[in-house]
């Protein structure tokens, strides 16, 4: 197709395809969580610990982790006792996470269409994925939709670095040394050259904290982290 941004060499926009970005992530799930170590400079780990403190697991709850690739968000949530269902679009990722993770619930799913009843979940969280959703109000409501009252979101995603020299220094790196480093190193390299040009093209924080507000959830949060390179959205159903 002479106008898909995910395989072409083309800036990114939030007019993603479900199939292309699925298609996309199919080709790289193999090594996805190594890259991610690799081109955050380990910083990923540390990220992901955020977001579970940010949920709070406690044994019994259910939790929807969605586009949970291969699982490794998913597995804290297990070992706190939840019942959580890792949930993603790509069926390359959900395959390769099976055999990592034999012990975990995988589930192919669409954001814009979750396969779950009203009120399903404790809590709902999304790390790194929103950004690839073709529509992102919609996504927020149907998260929503499957949250019980009172229940809670946890968005991770990249953000606005909030000093200014930093995001100059950043937006070098994501233009600049990210897609090289993913050409030298990555099957999908195309794969990065997108992470980088979505991450330019995202809401800041409180863009997006408006965003989670107008889909219908309360007490909307944020915090920044790595100053503002990823930023934790937190509200309530």
Not at 136 to 147: I, Q, S, Y
Not at 184 to 191: D, I, K, T
Not at 198 to 226: F, K, M
Request: proline residues 5%.
């Amino acid at each position: 197709m002479g106008e898909n941004r995910l395989t072409e060499n083309k800036r990114a926009t939030l007019d993603k395809r479900r199939a292309d970005v699925a298609a996309m992530f199919d080709r790289t799930a193999a090594r996805y969580d190594l890259l991610n170590d690799l081109l955050s400079l380990g910083q990923d780990r540390g990220w992901r610990q955020r977001v579970v403190e940010a949920v709070d697991p406690q044994p019994g709850q259910r939790i929807l982790d969605l586009a949970a690739g291969t699982g490794t968000s998913s597995e804290p949530f297990d070992r706190a006792g939840a019942t959580v269902v890792a949930t993603d679009l790509s069926l390359g990722m959900l395959a390769v996470g099976r055999q990592r993770r034999p012990g975990l619930s995988f589930v192919a799913g669409d954001a814009l269409s979750l396969p779950y009843a009203d009120g399903a979940f404790d809590a709902v969280t999304i790390s790194f994925g929103l950004r690839n959703v073709e529509d992102t109000a919609a996504a927020l409501a149907e998260l929503r939709r499957v949250t019980r009252p009172g229940g809670t979101l946890v968005v991770c995603e990249f953000s606005t670095p909030v000093w200014a020299p930093l995001r100059a220094v950043y937006g070098t790196y994501l233009l600049g040394a990210l897609p090289r480093v993913a050409r030298a190193v990555a099957s999908n390299p195309v794969a990065y050259e997108y992470l980088a040009e979505s991450i330019q093209a995202w809401p800041d924080q409180a863009a997006l904290a408006g965003l989670v507000q107008a889909a219908g959830w309360q007490q909307v949060e944020w915090r920044n982290l790595s100053a503002g390179i990823v930023a934790l959205h937190r509200a309530r159903a």
